[in-house]
């Protein structure tokens, strides 16, 4: 699938989450790259360098951790990962749609502060 239409299915699965959700994400920027790079597996604790396995990643400071202080910061950064999303469901595009639409409601979550154990008892993880 080419890159503009990802980002189309990205952009949906963002426009699909709660109104609260929307007007509560603050200070984020969501991108789609092709891979994680080596830095972004470290710091999903991918030890093995496995690219394949890592859909999507959360770098920032949740918006629980967020004090008085909190200002003049640099957007907090939600990257969907394509190809590893790409092979992991295949040519069906609805299977495609879903997943991008877990990846995309289990970053946000993080954004909120939802840990991964949580997100595993949603059925998000």
Known sequence: MNRERFEELVGEALD????????????????????????DLESA????????TLF???????????GVYYSGVQPDL???????IERAVG???ARLREQIR???????????????ERLDELGWA
């Open 56 to 66: 999507g990643l959360y770098h920032g400071v949740p918006l629980t951790e967020r």
């Open 16 to 39: 699909s989450l709660p109104e609260e959700f929307l007007h509560g994400m603050e200070n984020i920027e969501v991108v789609v790259e092709d891979w994680p790079s080596p830095e």
């Open 45 to 52: 604790g991918i030890e093995d360098g496995d690219r394949y």
């Open 91 to 93: 040519p069906d595009p």
């Open 102 to 116: 877990v990846t995309v409601l289990h970053e946000v979550a993080h954004h909120f502060g939802i840990d991964d």
């Open 78 to 84: 939600i990257t969907i990962y394509q190809r590893p």
